[in-house]
């Protein structure tokens, strides 16, 4: 039997999902960000990281593209394409921006010179940390961190496991969003008011400044996956 499409609320079916014809629920919302998309070419990498900075250093000053305008004697047609990255700015121009904006030339290759960081952990080699609820039998594996990034989000990915049985059932409450996947065992798990039974492959994601945390252990050993996503600016 095809099983129904998920609802954030009650795990009823909405109006507006209709599954396909094998059972798997539509998102209603459209997605606008194209995961499989790259970049052109070095080069428009480079005039958009400029593109980026220009606005950013602009923004932070607080003034508008027509002042920056008339403190550089640049056209507004051509801060907008330079803000845009649609068009490559002469060294005249980055010149004439950084006095303007009180940052140095090379501030604006910041971002394309930024080296991209990546983790990688080997099966078993995760950090064991203390997080709220160790002490109700929770064991925590940080699976990553990254820090300060261009995205300007922090996430957390953590594999918990639980082997044995509690009767302290921690509420935890936090910034940002989560996502749980079940590997092994089963939980009824709450968030906010609603119960949701949780088995090997179900999956649950919620916005964590609701509480929530695990409400029955119904098999153990119990393991899942919980990735934590926060605001950067929430780190410091």
Known sequence: ????????????????????????????TPLTQDPHAVRDTREKVLEVAIGREVRAFRKKLGITVADLAAATDISLGMLS??????????????????????????????????????????????????????????QYNLLGHIGSNTSGVVVEPYLITLTEDSDVFPTFQHEGMEFLYMLEGEVVYRHGSNLYPMKPGD???????????PEQLTQLPMRYLSIICYPQSSAV
């Open 1 to 28: 039997m095809a099983k129904k499409a998920f609802n954030s609320r009650n795990g009823a079916s909405p109006s507006k999902a209709k599954p396909s014809p094998k059972g798997v629920a539509t998102i209603p």
């Open 81 to 138: 394409k330079i803000e845009n990255g649609i068009t490559s700015p002469s060294l005249t121009t980055l010149q004439a921006l950084s006095r303007a904006l009180g940052v140095p030339v090379t501030a604006f290759f910041r971002r394309f010179e930024e080296e991209r960081s990546a983790v990688f952990v080997k099966a078993g080699q995760g950090l064991d940390v203390e997080r709220r609820g160790t002490r109700a039998g929770h």
């Open 203 to 213: 999956s649950l994601f919620f916005d964590a400044d609701a509480p929530h945390g």
